[in-house]
């Protein structure tokens, strides 16, 4: 039987060794029968001795002719499938691998096979559905001295006895101790019982993870088995085995079942990047198989950092209000803003908030007003956290009245109010003159906090004249002006008693005017804040609560 050389106990890649089989082929020095010879050496491969431990199928699709395939002495783990050739094979020759298990999904492709041969792997099953319905085969060579005879085993040593194939078969129970060190086939059936769980069984499976790139982070395995047979650990990424890894085994027995063993292994990965990024799994293995847990898949985050920060910004009232933010992050980050830590928008409400038509960075405010100002926020987040930045909105307004003064007429005695109730921004000061000159102030004179009531009680010829109230703030200067006319009272003066409970009429009539202008205002903000605004129209930008914000944020 002709084969090709290759080195042992180097390693080389499937198609790479399938190139010189054909090179070797190609350069038989016989050319005159080279095409039957080409013909009987593409029936047959022999890849043996090279510590592969996976085949790839489409390594095999430009050989429809293999009949012959040799793969003993590699590391293989289970029965390979060779693609389009599997159907036409007829000898299979896998001894001296690390197969543990036989099932029916592994041979159901090999439709001509004739001769397997798993001599000299430690099997420790076969499934009764390993053997399709239409195979025959002639030779099926085991030599195995760790198969566990339980339940899942009961069927084959008839099957192999009614088939003719025990000749080949050399199977020895490992497990249970009650059957250990004996053949399959001088244990009665009703011994094929499946009380325990000698392999493997994986009770908590590793779980998918985001991390920030830096982050130190963990992957937990654990499994449990009736068996005191040694266990091994191995974790994979993508597929592949990962060596020189942190990794920390350790067991224990569990309390409620002093007969089963847990064994549990940790996969540290310190200050990872966006190299760590995969599916991660653990293979825990003993001398009944090996069993396979979840992927879990770690992301590798960044936490946003911003490249634009919203600053401070003091306009007049009608001008447009720039708020810049950008950040950067992974995945990229959203941007949302808050207004004074709440949802309360009027900019958002009346879709005065737009972005710059050539910098999506820029969002803008129309036609300012004295509600706009307040402290503006920023949040960037991503699955990684969030970030936020804070900006003061000032927005200036000339004073102006709110009402406008009026002239009045009293007596003498009489005490007389005037009210100069003025807004602006900053709030204005407000300064009293007569005649265009400095209120010359007497005990009668009196003023509320802010100068916007001036009550002169007692009055006298002397107070007649023209009042001015002069407003003023940062922007600008205005007066308004009330002239006060004095008549004279034929009469008795009116007594201190009853002037000052004139005056303190007069004074909670005007405060109380002022309570209900406020109690108003409250109630149109109240409902206002009933309402969340979630977006803005075309303008692309969101708004958050902060019940809704604080979900975000993540404790490193």
């Not at 099953?125 to 566990?148: A, N, Q, T, V, W």
């Not at 047979?229 to 990424?237: G, L």
């Not at 990872?272 to 825990?284: A, D, K, L, M, S």
């Not at 308004?480 to 201190?496: E, F, M, N, V, Y």
Request: glycine content about 6%; charged content about 20%.
């Amino acid at each position: 039987m002709s084969s090709v050389s290759i080195p042992q106990g180097r390693e080389h890649s499937l198609l790479g060794l399938l190139n010189r089989v054909a090179a070797s082929t190609a350069s038989s020095p016989e050319q005159e029968s080279w095409g039957e010879d080409a013909r009987r050496r593409s029936s047959l491969r022999n890849l043996s001795y090279n510590k592969l431990s996976e085949i790839h199928p489409a390594g095999f699709e430009d050989l429809p002719n293999l009949q012959e395939m040799y793969l003993h002495n590699n590391e293989l783990t289970a029965i390979p499938s060779l693609g389009a050739a599997s159907p036409h094979v007829v000898s299979l020759f896998l001894q001296h691998n690390r197969i543990r298990s036989v099932n029916g999904s592994q041979l159901k492709a090999y439709l001509s096979l004739e001769v397997l041969d798993l001599s000299s792997n430690n099997i420790t099953e076969i499934r009764s559905s390993c053997f399709p319905p239409g195979l025959y085969i002639r030779e099926l060579h085991i030599s195995s001295d760790s198969f566990l005879c339980d339940c899942q085993l009961k069927w084959l040593p008839p099957w192999l006895e009614s088939t003719t194939l025990q000749a080949f078969v050399t199977a020895t129970c490992a497990q249970p101790e009650s059957l250990k060190g004996q053949s399959i086939f001088s244990v009665p059936p009703e011994r094929f019982v499946c009380d325990g769980f000698p392999k493997p069984q994986i009770i908590t499976q590793p779980e998918t993870t985001t991390a920030v790139v830096g982050k130190d982070i963990r992957f937990t395995c654990s499994a449990a088995s009736s068996s005191s047979s040694p266990m091994t650990f191995v974790w994979k990424k993508d597929n592949e085995v990962l060596a020189n890894v942190n990794m920390e085994n350790f067991s224990q027995v569990r309390k409620q079942d002093g007969e089963v063993m847990e064994y549990t292994t940790i996969l540290h990965l310190h200050r990872v990047t966006f190299g760590h990024e995969g599916r991660y799994q653990c293979v825990i293995t003993n001398h009944f198989g090996s069993t396979y847990s979840n992927k879990a898949r770690l992301m590798v985050n960044v936490l946003p950092s911003f490249t634009k920060m919203p600053r401070d910004i003091t306009i007049r009232t009608g001008t447009m209000a720039p708020l810049e933010c950008a950040a950067t992050g992974h995945p990229n980050p959203q941007i949302a803003w808050q207004k004074d830590g709440g949802t309360y928008f009027p900019v958002a409400r009346e879709h005065c908030m737009h972005v710059m038509p050539d910098d999506d960075d820029v969002f803008f405010i129309t036609n300012a007003k004295i509600d706009d100002m307040g402290i503006y926020s920023c949040t960037a987040q991503n699955s990684a956290g969030s970030v936020s930045a804070n900006a003061t909105l000032n927005v200036l307004e000339t004073p102006s009245l709110v009402l406008p003064l009026e002239d009045l007429v009293v007596s003498v005695g009489e005490t007389v109010a005037l009210q100069c109730k003025a807004t602006g921004s900053p709030s204005p000061h407000i300064t009293w003159l007569k005649g265009n000159r400095p209120l010359s102030l007497t005990y009668r004179h009196h003023f509320t906090p802010g100068n916007q009531l001036l009550v002169v009680q007692n009055v006298v010829v002397e107070d007649a004249g023209q009042y001015t109230c002069e407003m003023s703030n940062m922007l600008d200067r205005e007066h308004a002006h009330s002239q006060l006319s004095i008549l004279p009272t034929p009469g008795c003066r009116k007594d201190g008693t009853t002037m000052g409970i004139f005056t303190i009429a007069v004074v909670c009539s005007i405060v109380l005017k002022s309570l209900v202008w406020v109690c108003i205002t409250y109630q149109t903000r109240k409902k206002s804040k009933e309402y969340s605004v979630t977006n803005t129209g075309n303008s692309g930008i969101r708004f958050f609560s902060s019940e809704a914000l604080s979900d975000w944020r993540m404790d490193w």
